[in-house]
């Protein structure tokens, strides 16, 4: 599917500007970048992808809103109350022993904000979109995930119109455990492709 970026366009220029903004805020005293940065790391790494955590728990747990999740991404996790920017439209990617989903946006940075919060800066990077793409397994190695030869690895190309949230392998060992238990095992990464669930950070 090809990109369309009007929504990016001059994605370098406007991350200048922010900058630039915030050097003259902080200058000025009107900011605290170490606060700042404890708030963006927040929505980053703890609120945002809370929600998708939640998604996750209730695909591990819940066969009929599995299947939905697999069928309709979209409507499913709006009907959970996670929608807004960059979540318009979703795909879910499920995990098997077989195959290992990994996403990447080759030529900017789409990715569902609503499930996964801020996305990090490394997803952003040329060398991460580039290498994603060229050598996955050497990616994913470097992010300590080493899968075995056999599993395939599949690389989805998040766009405007379509993003992807990777649907993680359950753990195992954890078929008793709650939803809520199981959510703490979901992190931003895993459903990004780049760790597994239940991967200590």
Known sequence: MPHDHDDHSHLDDETARVMALEKLLADKGLIDPAALDVVLDTYETKVGPRNGAKVVARAWTDPEFAQAL????????????????????????????????????????????????????????????????????????????????ETAIRVWDSTAEMRYLVIPMRPAGTEGLEADALEQMVSRDSMIGTALAGMSA
């Open 70 to 149: 697999k069928e309709d991404a979209t409507t499913a996790i709006h009907d959970m109350g996670f929608a807004g920017r960059q979540g318009e439209h979703i795909t879910a990617v499920y995990n098997t022993p077989d195959t290992h989903n990994l996403v990447v946006c080759t030529l900017c940075s789409c990715y569902p904000w609503s499930v996964l919060g801020l996305p990090p800066t490394w997803y952003k990077s040329t060398p991460y979109r580039a290498r994603a793409v060229s050598e996955p397994r050497a990616v994913l190695g470097e992010f300590g995930v080493t899968l075995p030869d």
